[in-house]
């Protein structure tokens, strides 16, 4: 059974991966992770794709999904589940519609709200990161109905700890 976390950028989706690895004893694969893999350029390049590109972002997760990640953590990078593109989003949702677990991390339902926290959240990582820079803007993907399409089930993350959120995926596991 694997948990798929899904949300924008600085929500914690990986912390709450990592604790969540820790307490089910289960791999982590960050699909971020994957798409800086050299032995995937050969297929971008073949297939004209660029890998922060929708298609790009599309193929990461076709291909994490096909070869046998059934049994782990997906941490999708924050526009791993957001598509402008109508039908590869529909593809997507085809794609993950059998997982039961797929979990939306977001701190209110209120997405002024979640710009404000979530632009807190990014500067902090910037200032504790050897990063040049955070795009700070979540606008596009906290606005698009993507990731609540996607979603079988909503954390809302505001005063919680990585922990408590852990906590709180484990019980709504199916």
Not at 17 to 43: C, G, H, M, Q, Y
Not at 91 to 106: A, G, K, S
Not at 147 to 162: D, E, M, P, Q, V
Request: charged share 20%.
């Amino acid at each position: 059974m694997s948990i798929i976390l899904i949300g924008p950028r600085g929500v914690g989706k990986s912390n709450v991966a990592k604790i969540l690895s820790e307490k089910l004893n289960k791999n982590v694969v960050s699909l971020d992770t994957v798409r800086r893999f050299k032995s995937l350029d050969p297929i971008f390049q073949e297939g004209g794709l660029q890998p922060l590109s929708e298609e790009g972002h599309a193929y990461i997760v076709k291909h994490v999904i096909q070869h046998g990640n059934n049994d782990c953590i997906l941490d999708f990078g924050c526009y791993h589940s957001v598509f402008h593109n109508g039908s590869i989003f529909s593809e997507m949702q085809d794609l993950l519609h059998p997982f039961q677990n797929i979990f939306l991390l977001i701190p209110s339902n209120n997405v002024d709200e979640n710009e404000s926290i979530l632009s807190e959240m990014n500067s902090k990582m910037l200032e504790e990161s050897s990063l040049s820079t955070v795009n700070n803007s979540n606008k596009r993907i906290l606005e698009s109905p993507c990731n609540r399409l996607l979603a079988k089930h909503t954390i809302y993350t505001k005063n919680l700890s990585f922990n408590e959120i852990a906590d709180e995926i484990i019980e709504q596991l199916n």
